[in-house]
C-alpha cells in the first residue's frame, strides 16, 4: 500500500506558483494556494449535508445517544448523561454536548442531530488533505481526501448520530500534529496534540489517549528513536490532555462516585475489552470484512495492488528488509494503520466502526500508489461517480431505510389514537428507543417475570445497559384498554402470551399497534 513516491511538491506544482505568489488580490492567492482545499470542502457539504433533514433518528443506536441528549436539555442538567431517567454512563459528554448545542440551535430536528458529525466529517477530510500535503505535495492530499470522502463508511459516518466522526477528529488530529511537530520542529504543536487527544478521551474515553499513544511509541521504537520522548513535552502535554478530560471526568466522579467509575470504567471499558459484546462478530476476517465494504469502492483495487506491488511486498518480508525499504512518514503510516487493526483485533468486543481511525494513512497510501496521471485521472473519475451516487441515495434510499429502522412511524400512529391515558408497552424485537424520542412515551418492554431477573442491569455486566423501562406479562390486568407495539416477527407470540380482544391498529417501520379496549 505505501509504495515508494517520490515526487516534489515545488517541482510539480512550480507552474502555478509563478502567476499566484504575485496575485495582488489576496483572496485569488488564497484560493490558488488552496484550490483543492475548497473543492474537497464543497464536495463534503454536498455529501455529508445532503438529505439530513429526511433522515429520521434510528434504532439501536442513534436513538440512545438523540434521547439522552434530549432528557439532558429537558432536565437542565448539561454535565450528567441520562435517559429514560437514568443516569447513562455509556459515553463523556464530548458528543452529547455537541448534541445539546445542536438542538439549542436548530430545535430537537434529525437535521439538528445530524449536524455536528457533518462538521465534523468536513474538518476530518480536510485535516487528512492539511497533513498528506505536509508529507507530500497538494495533489497527494488532494486525492487523499477524496478517497476518504468517498468511502462508504466514512459517508456513513458523517451523516450518522454516534461518536465515531468526533473521535475521528481528534484522535487522528492528534497523530498528525504530533507527526508534523517532530518532522519540521515545531515543539508548540505537540500541546496541540495534547490537547486533541484530551477531546478524544472526552469523546470515548481513555481509548482517546492509549491507541496514539500506542501507535508513537511503535513509530518511535521501530525507529529507535527515544530521544524525542525528551522533546515532545511529555510531563505538561499529558497534564494538558489529562486536565482536559478531568474538565468533565472531575465533576462526573464528584457527583456520582462509585456509580460512575463501575458504569462508565468497569462496564464499557474494561468489560468491554475482556467480555464480546457480540460474540458472533468474533470471527479473524470480521475486520477484514469491514474493510472491504466500509472502504468501498477502493477496497476494489486490493487486486491491481497485489499484481503491481505484492511479489515486492513478499521479497521484503521474506528478506527482512520490508522495514529499511520505508522511509520515515511510510513507517509513520503503517504502523498507524496496523497498530489501529491489532488494538482492536485484540479486543473482545468487536464493532464495525471501531477500526475507523485507520483511513487517513489508508487513504494517503493508496493516493501514493497512483503516481501517474492516468492513474489519478481515474481516482477523480471513480470518486466523482461515487460521489454522485451516494448524493442520490441520500434523497431516494436512504430516508427509506432510515424509515424502516426507526419507531417514527410507530410514534405518529400511538400520539393520534385517541386513548392520551392509556399505557403503552413495547412486546418483541429490539427496543425501539426512537419510539421515546419522537412520541415522549417512555413505553415499558413487556417480558417474563423469570425474564425479568436475567435482564435486571446489576454489577458489570453488558446487563447494565438495560435502562429501558420493563414491566411483566404476569402483572399485566386481563382486562381494561392497552396499547402495544409488536415486533412484526413476534405477532403470534404476542397474541398467544396475551389472549384477549386485539385490534391492529396500524403500522410504523417494524412495529405493530394493537390495542385492545
Not at 468536513?122 to 468511502?151: C, D, E, H, P
Request: proline share 6%; hydrophobic share 45%; charged share 15%.
Amino acid at each position: 500500500m505505501f509504495a515508494s513516491y517520490t515526487g516534489n511538491s515545488k517541482q510539480e506544482e512550480g507552474y502555478s506558483m509563478e502567476y499566484w505568489e504575485n496575485d495582488k488580490a489576496p483572496l485569488l492567492r488564497v484560493y490558488h494556494r488552496h484550490w483543492p482545499a475548497f473543492l474537497l470542502f464543497l464536495l463534503c457539504l454536498i455529501l455529508f449535508f445532503a438529505a439530513n433533514s429526511q433522515l429520521l433518528i434510528t434504532d439501536p443506536v442513534e436513538s440512545n445517544y438523540a434521547l439522552t441528549a434530549k432528557e439532558m436539555l429537558a432536565s437542565g442538567d448539561w454535565l450528567s448523561p441520562r435517559i429514560y431517567g437514568n443516569y447513562w454512563y455509556d459515553k463523556p459528554w464530548l458528543f452529547y454536548g455537541e448534541l445539546l448545542l445542536a438542538f439549542q440551535l436548530f430545535g430537537e430536528t434529525s437535521y439538528a442531530a445530524r449536524f455536528f458529525p457533518a462538521v465534523f466529517g468536513t474538518i476530518g477530510v480536510l485535516q487528512t488533505y492539511w497533513f498528506a500535503q505536509k508529507l507530500y505535495n497538494r495533489n497527494i492530499g488532494f486525492l487523499s481526501g477524496l478517497i476518504m470522502a468517498t468511502s462508504v463508511e466514512y459517508f456513513y459516518l458523517a451523516k450518522a448520530v454516534i461518536t465515531d466522526m468526533t473521535l475521528f477528529v481528534t484522535l487522528d488530529g492528534a497523530l498528525m500534529l504530533f507527526y508534523v511537530a517532530k518532522r519540521e520542529t515545531r515543539p508548540r504543536l505537540f500541546y496541540g496534540a495534547y490537547a486533541l487527544a484530551g477531546l478524544a478521551i472526552l469523546t470515548k474515553g481513555p481509548l482517546g489517549l492509549v491507541l496514539p499513544g500506542l501507535i508513537i511509541l511503535a513509530y518511535l521504537a521501530g525507529n529507535r528513536d527515544f530521544h524525542t520522548l525528551t522533546h515532545m513535552k511529555l510531563v505538561r502535554g499529558l497534564l494538558l490532555a489529562l486536565g482536559i478530560a478531568t474538565l468533565w471526568y472531575g465533576p462526573m466522579i464528584a457527583r456520582h462516585g462509585i456509580d460512575f467509575l463501575t458504569g462508565f470504567i468497569g462496564v464499557h471499558n474494561v468489560l468491554r475489552a475482556t467480555v464480546s459484546e457480540h460474540p458472533r462478530n468474533n470471527t479473524w476476517w470480521y475486520y477484514f470484512l469491514i474493510f472491504l465494504m466500509g472502504c468501498f469502492p477502493w477496497s476494489l483495487s486490493l487486486p491491481w495492488l497485489w499484481k503491481e506491488y505484492g511479489k515486492r511486498l513478499t521479497d521484503r518480508i521474506k528478506s527482512r528488509t520490508f522495514w529499511k525499504s520505508l522511509d520515515d512518514q511510510q513507517r509513520f503510516l503503517f504502523l498507524w494503520g496496523s497498530v489501529t487493526w491489532l488494538f482492536f483485533e485484540c479486543m473482545a468486543t468487536k464493532y464495525p466502526t471501531y477500526t475507523f481511525p485507520y483511513l487517513p494513512p489508508l487513504a494517503i497510501g493508496l493516493a501514493c500508489t497512483f503516481p501517474t496521471l492516468e492513474q489519478q485521472y481515474w481516482i477523480k473519475r471513480t470518486a466523482l461517480s461515487m460521489a454522485l451516487l451516494l448524493t442520490v441515495l441520500s434523497f431516494v434510499l436512504a430516508p427509506q431505510l432510515c424509515q424502516q429502522s426507526s419507531a417514527w412511524g410507530a410514534a405518529q400512529v400511538v400520539t393520534a389514537l385517541p386513548m392520551p391515558e392509556v399505557p403503552v408497552y413495547v412486546y418483541g424485537g429490539r427496543y425501539p428507543v426512537s419510539f421515546t424520542y419522537y412520541s415522549g412515551i417512555p413505553a415499558p418492554r413487556l417480558v417474563t417475570r423469570q425474564r425479568l431477573r436475567e435482564l435486571r442491569p446489576e454489577g458489570i455486566s453488558w446487563n447494565a445497559k438495560n435502562m429501558m423501562p420493563f414491566a411483566t406479562l404476569e402483572d399485566l390486568p386481563d382486562k381494561g384498554p392497552l396499547v402495544v407495539l409488536v415486533d412484526r416477527s413476534s405477532q403470534k407470540d404476542f397474541l398467544q402470551a396475551l389472549p384477549g380482544n386485539w385490534e391492529k391498529h396500524g403500522e410504523g417501520g417494524r412495529w405493530v399497534i394493537w390495542t385492545r379496549e
